[in-house]
């Protein structure tokens, strides 16, 4: 069975329950599962922003390509996020990205950011996704204390030469003036670029034009192990069958496993996050508390607060900080949750929040993200660090140009070799300190 660091509630069907996406967009496609002895030329693990995105750009190169899935497509971090199209993919700073790869790397990765947004707004497009897109002016981080307004200040010229686009700082009165109220804010920085949508109708149309392209896509079919048959191509087995692949390619992100195959153990950490969404806010309440902006936000935290009025005038917002996934731990997450959010927004304390869920993100240990060769006809791509919606899809067309042989568009290090987390299989237990360790740093 597949070697996961976290309980097996956090990969079963149930962890789902409660995601305003799943419960507000239904999925009536009957998506198969693999049966028998399937050969391929390129088989991808994992049906998410990454996965589906290769095997797209696969496809449309004629290749065929076999998708599996242990659930459905976008049912992991793809189809349970917040929706932020925007910069990220590391949790490393220019300057430490800088002094360990060099400049040339570093504008590469800036160049990257930007045009993983533009790819993923042409593909909603172009396929004709309603993905009930706003807060298309940008971004908006929030400043969580008077030091981080004044790096704020500091750095907003050079983000805009950076990435080509407005950054605009606004002082507290401004943000308020701007619809914009909560509290703690010190101040924030609008950097015009990127838009938020809804995560699982992007997802649902990328999976729909994978198989109109000639992909095979197959749900519930979780892969048990890996091999080689003796002819040297890779055996994936399955529940109820197996596949033959030339190449493989694995995109499974934060719900990988530390077997399948063998690198991957201990070279990523998956760690929660955790959103909740509110029933429909009136007029009158939006107009209480201040807030009425459609920007997508977050917060200057290294445990960051991220939150959107959506076009339906629900709120959503999440945070990180559970480091288990049993019952309890998911109900104190969820009061933990209500709890920063109705202190940062005191005039929706009384608002009803029917939906609560959690997924995983992924982290590497030197904070940026992986994609490259894994072994012979081996590739994989993971740690998006809380941004995939945008640097996944980007990266996985980015990956199978390279599996394909064709040059890409990929700063240097990413394909480097990630380094393992040195508590291995247990490298969950420093989750506590670490998260200990930030929320310290937090309170500065």
């Known amino acids: 069975m597949p070697q996961r660091i976290y309980e097996p509630a956090a990969y079963g069907e149930a962890s789902l329950g409660g995601c305003y996406w799943y419960d507000s967009v239904p999925d009536d496609t009957r998506w198969p599962s693999a049966d028998g002895t399937i050969d391929v030329d390129f088989a991808i693990v994992g049906a998410g922003y990454t996965g589906l995105s290769a095997a797209l750009t696969l496809a449309q190169a004629g290749v065929e390509v076999a998708v599996l899935d242990a659930h459905r497509p976008g049912w992991g971090a793809s189809g349970r996020n917040g929706g932020f199209c925007c910069i990220g993919g590391a949790k490393a700073t220019g300057r430490q990205i800088r002094r360990r790869w060099g400049e ?3 504008a590469c990765f800036r160049r990257a950011e930007r045009a993983a947004i533009e790819m993923v707004r042409a593909r909603i497009s172009g396929l004709g996704v309603n993905a009930d897109i706003h807060s298309e002016s940008g971004e908006l981080q929030i400043a969580h204390s008077q030091p981080a307004f004044r790096a704020m200040r500091r750095e907003a010229a050079a983000l805009a030469e950076t990435y080509g686009t407005t950054a605009e700082v606004l002082s507290r009165a401004e943000m308020i003036e701007q619809g914009l109220k909560l509290r703690g804010a010190w101040g924030g920085l609008h950097l015009g670029l990127g838009f938020a949508l809804n995560p699982r109708k992007y997802v649902l149309g990328l999976a729909r034009e994978v198989v109109a392209c000639g992909a095979r896509l197959y749900a519930d079919s979780p892969v048990l192990s890996t091999g080689r048959t003796e002819d040297g191509r890779h055996l994936l087995r399955l529940p109820h069958g197996t596949v033959r692949a030339r190449r493989l390619l694995i995109a499974t992100n934060g719900y990988s496993s530390d077997d399948l195959p063998p ?11 955790s959103v909740i969404v509110t029933r429909p806010l009136e007029d009158e309440e939006i107009a209480k508390q201040g807030w009425s902006s459609d920007l997508m936000a977050y917060d200057s935290r290294n445990l960051l607060h991220y939150f959107r009025l959506m076009p339906d005038r629900r709120m959503l917002f999440g945070m990180r900080g559970a480091v288990r996934w049993t019952d309890a731990a998911q109900d ?17 304390r009384r608002v009803d929040v029917p939906w609560f869920w959690s997924g995983l993100v992924c982290m590497a240990r030197d904070l940026v993200p992986f994609a490259g060769q894994i072994g012979p006809d081996t590739w994989a791509a993971f740690a998006w660090h809380g941004n995939g919606v945008a640097m996944g899809s980007w990266t ?49």
Do not use: C, I, N
């Open 263 to 273: 690198w991957m153990a201990a070279r990523y950490l998956p760690m929660q996050s």
């Open 396 to 444: 996985g067309e980015q990956l199978a140009k390279l599996a394909l042989g064709q040059a890409t568009e990929m700063p240097g290090f990413f394909g480097r070799t990630p380094p393992k987390f040195t508590l291995g299989a247990r490298r969950r237990a420093g989750l506590p300190a670490a998260l200990l360790w930030y929320r310290l740093r937090d309170a500065f």
């Open 104 to 106: 040339e790397d570093l």
């Open 332 to 348: 104190a997450q969820r009061r933990a949750v209500l709890r920063h959010f109705r202190h940062m927004f005191p005039a929706w």
